[in-house]
C-alpha cells in the first residue's frame, strides 16, 4: 500500500469522526452528549495531523496531537465541574433551561410543540393482515410484556 492511499484512508476516518461529532454537537442539547461529541472532534482533527506528519515525515503533527490530547484532558476537567454545577442548580441538563446565561439583546429559545399521540391509550404499529387473524386476549391488547 503506498502512502497516498494510507494518508487517504487516515483522513476519511478523520473528516468521519469530526463529522459525526459536529452532528452530534448540532442536533444534541444534552451538555455531556455535547462535550463527547466536541471530543470526538477533536479526535478526528487530531487523527488528521497524525496522518499528515507521517506523509511528510515531520514530528510536529504528532506534537501538535499531545498538545490536544493535554488540552482535551482539561477540557474533560472543567466540563465536568460545569455539568455538576448546572446540574446542582436546576437539575436539568438541556441547553434550553439555561436562558438566563444568554445575552441581554438575544432572543429566548422557545421548544417547538410536538404532536404527542394520547397517553391513555398505547399506539400499537399496523401491519397488513396476513392469512387467519388469531385470537387475542382483551388483557394482550392493553399489556404485552414482550413489547
Known sequence: MDERSLLHGYLVVGALLFGIGLVGFLSR???????LAAEMMLQGVSLS??????YH?????????LFILAVAACEAAVAMALVLMLFQRKHNLDVAAW???REANQPDFVDEDLDVAPEDTPAWPKLTPAGIEPKREP???AYRAEV
Open 49 to 54: 495531523l497524525v496522518a499528515w506528519g507521517r
Open 99 to 101: 436562558q438566563t446565561l
Open 139 to 141: 388483557e394482550e391488547e
Open 57 to 65: 515525515n515531520d514530528w510536529g503533527g504528532q506534537a501538535l496531537v
Open 29 to 35: 442539547r444534552n451538555l455531556i452528549v455535547m462535550f
